[in-house]
């Protein structure tokens, strides 16, 4: 029509309209010429009328395909299935990512300005413009972490201009105190770095650290695979991951403070991840790990040791560790055994047994372990239940560290659970007899982990001597063998040296447990009757070097072993006066009053008894102890002729002008313990400072608030005496 305008049709409307046309005139339907365009302005019509489809937010933001349904409204697919909140916005724009990496960009850049305005000055600052690896003040105050030992270059100290993309403004967030030089960062390209709260450690400190774990740790608890890649433990569980990595840090030269740095967030992830549930098995290897070197504590109290023990032997039942084969049992998803991972099943089963058992004997407590069919020793089962030889080698030790616990520990007729003496008497001589036919078991394997946790477990077994009748016929008899038992394990402790070297620094907590109450044997030996019948020279001196080890193992200053060798040393000289006795009369001064940590009991007992003997003698034990003691001092009251050598010193000081009744000790270098010369140690944590609590036990009563060592050994030489009572 004249005067009308129509708009252009395309190409497919104008094919579409060509094909309804032929199928209106195949129809029969071409009446008249005007029946077509009144079809056209009908179907516009309803094109108009009809609601336009439209996509969520969520999938528009992604250019993806939406089946949301508007009427009745019905999630789309996509946004079920990732728990997004499914809308439509009319509103609703989308967001590019390199507008908003540019605009994040340039907020980290004029916040680093205002940084910089602030602490030198706005007149100073557009005066004398920061040049590149220049640190203002402010800047340089924020390279020290709480704990003091990080000092490195971030890229703070870049000036803004040198910000070319988002990757550099991103990674000028990133808190660099693992040691890594942030200047180097544009240099270095795209690392992929492992970060964990505030802490960031870079691939090649990865590497070195998992090299360090492998080589010195463990040995001590051989369950890992050496040749999976740092990654793929990654992969499998952050925990596990994380936990490799502080427990190669525990002495790693390289950054004295990156274990305390980690034990925070380390521990957080910890009880985050147990939140989580499900969990991953992977998870009770990180739990093994954890129980086996424990983040260093100051106080009982704090350590939770023994309760992620027992999370760890629930969590690997729930999981169906213990019946490996059946695992479909324990899922409710389709469960497909693959050999490999059932041969991993098994060795982390037979590792959380064999951790469990050692920290329960550690701490004087019932074991929670189950063994069981799985970790039966039979030679007829299926072989991907078989075990390592040294791992089924320490597996028996743990069963026998049992069966002696619950022969002698677990009588519900007595109200501490002792048995009686002649049933005790019986069961000693069955249990003597198993471990004779251990260690023959074992001999051929000459492996000297294997043999110390053999020593530990006879140990383990002859410690209940302290619980005997002192009236029995074979009263001495039975500390004899305690005597024997225990300098075979110190002794086997302090030379332990594997093909790397000496390893004892990098032994489990358990063993350090386990010294500390060979320890408390010697010093109750010597100051009792039975002295007697032992070589004093050679027990005084066993004692000196036990003292001097056991500050060796410390992983950080004011921990649990730095404090209980002082208060060993502490004991040693507060009965120092007392000689041993000519008279050989037997009396009942070993006897016990803390009788319920089983084998533990004697170390419990041993440090109640000192404390009343120091309150008695009016003693200043709080000064008293702010200095390390060295045994050989002969200054019973001065502290400050008892300062222990520094933690980097070769060897034991003091050999000349001892104490007449205390031996002075060989030359004990630290390289014999395995402790890397020139290797700092930083303070505790914060968060492992004295808390207060309300839970009663002896130990955290007797040390925590008195033995308070906020020292470092090498600080200590020019401490004077004045006040000390």
């Not at 969520?58 to 909140?85: F, I, M, T």
């Not at 140690?681 to 608030?705: I, Q």
Request: hydrophobic letters at 35%; proline letters at 6%; one cysteine or more.
């Amino acid at each position: 029509m004249a005067g009308v305008n129509h708009a252009p049709l395309s190409m497919s409307a104008a094919d579409g309209l060509q094909g309804r046309k032929r199928n209106v005139t195949i129809a029969g339907m071409d009446s008249s010429p005007g029946s077509i365009d009144d079809a056209e302005d009908n179907d516009r019509d309803d094109k108009r009328r009809q609601p336009v489809k439209r996509a969520c937010n969520e999938c528009r933001q992604q250019k993806l395909r939406c089946d949301v349904s508007q009427d009745p409204w019905s999630d789309c697919s996509r946004c079920r299935r990732l728990k997004l909140d499914c809308k439509i916005e009319s509103s609703f724009k989308r967001v590019g990512k390199r507008s908003r990496n540019a605009e994040m960009e340039r907020e980290i850049i004029e916040l680093r300005k205002q940084i910089a305005g602030a602490s030198s000055g706005a007149v100073m600052h557009q005066q004398q413009p920061i040049q590149a690896g220049q640190l203002t003040p402010k800047q340089e105050s924020n390279q020290v972490s709480p704990a003091g030992v990080y000092q490195t270059q971030t890229p703070s100290a870049i000036s803004t201009d040198q910000y070319m993309g988002s990757q550099e403004a991103v990674a000028s967030l990133l808190d660099l105190r693992s040691g890594y030089d942030g200047s180097n960062y544009m240099r270095n390209g795209n690392q992929q770095f492992k970060r964990i709260e505030d802490v960031m450690v870079v691939p090649e400190k990865v590497t070195e650290l998992f090299n360090l774990f492998f080589t010195y740790y463990h040995p001590f608890l051989p369950f890992l695979d050496r040749q999976q890649p740092p990654d793929d433990y990654y992969n499998n569980s952050p925990l596990l991951f994380w936990t490799m990595i502080s427990v190669g840090a525990r002495r790693y030269q390289g950054d004295s403070g990156l274990l305390n740095s980690l034990s925070g967030p380390v521990t957080r992830l910890v009880w985050s991840t147990l939140a989580d549930i499900p969990q991953s098995y992977h998870v009770v290897k990180a739990l093994c790990l954890l129980c086996t070197w424990p983040f260093p504590t100051s106080s009982t109290s704090t350590d939770p040791t023994f309760m992620l023990c027992g999370m760890m032997i629930q969590v690997a039942m729930q999981l169906g560790l213990h019946r490996p084969s059946h695992s479909q049992d324990f899922s409710k998803f389709c469960v497909e055994l693959i050999a490999e991972e059932l041969r991993d099943k098994v060795r982390t089963w037979a590792i959380c047994n064999i951790v469990a058992q050692r920290v329960s004997t550690g701490y004087g407590q019932p074991p929670s372990t189950l063994y069981d069919w799985t970790l039966s020793s039979s030679d007829s089962l299926d072989p991907n239940f078989k075990l390592s030889g040294d791992m089924k080698s320490r597996l028996e030790i743990e069963k026998f560290c049992d069966r002696i616990t619950r022969a002698l520990y677990t009588n519900r007729r007595d109200p501490v659970g002792l048995t009686s003496d002649q049933e005790r008497n019986t069961m000693l001589s069955f249990l003597s007899r198993d471990y004779d036919e251990l260690e023959e078991q074992f001999k051929p394997q000459n492996d000297c982990i294997t043999d110390l946790y053999l020593r530990a477990a006879n140990l383990h077994l002859h410690l209940s001597a302290f619980f005997d009748d002192p009236s029995a016929k074979d009263y001495r008899e039975r500390l004899l063998s305690l005597y024997v038992a225990t300098t075979s394990f110190l002794e086997v402790a302090m030379n332990l040296e594997t093909e790397v070297g000496p390893v004892l620094s990098y032994s489990p907590y358990y063993v350090y447990q386990m010294m500390v109450a060979a320890g408390c044997t010697l010093l109750k030996m010597s100051k009792s009757f039975f002295a007697a019948h032992i070589d004093m020279e050679y027990t005084k001196n066993l004692f000196n070097r036990t003292i001097w080890a056991i500050r060796g193992v410390s992983a950080s200053n004011n921990d649990l072993p730095e404090r209980l060798a002082e208060v060993l040393a502490q004991m040693w000289r507060l009965g120092s006066q007392r000689s041993a006795t000519s008279n050989s009369d037997v009396d009942d001064s070993l006897r016990l009053k803390v009788r319920c940590r089983m084998s533990m009991s004697l170390l419990f007992d041993s440090v109640w008894r000192w404390r009343e003997d120091a309150r008695t003698k009016g003693r200043n034990i709080e000064a008293y102890l702010k200095n390390p003691t060295n045994p050989d001092s002969a200054a019973d009251s001065s502290a400050a002729s008892s300062v222990g050598p520094p933690r980097t010193s070769s060897s034991t000081p003091g050999l000349a002008g001892g104490d007449p009744s205390l031996a002075p000790a060989p030359i004990l270098s630290q390289a014999a313990i395995g402790v890397q010369p020139n290797s700092g140690v930083g303070g505790l944590p914060s968060g492992f400072m004295e808390p207060n609590y309300e839970v009663f036990d002896p130990l955290n009563w007797l040390l925590d608030g008195l033995v308070d060592l906020p020292y470092s050994y090498s600080t200590m030489g020019g401490m004077e005496t004045s006040g000390i009572a």
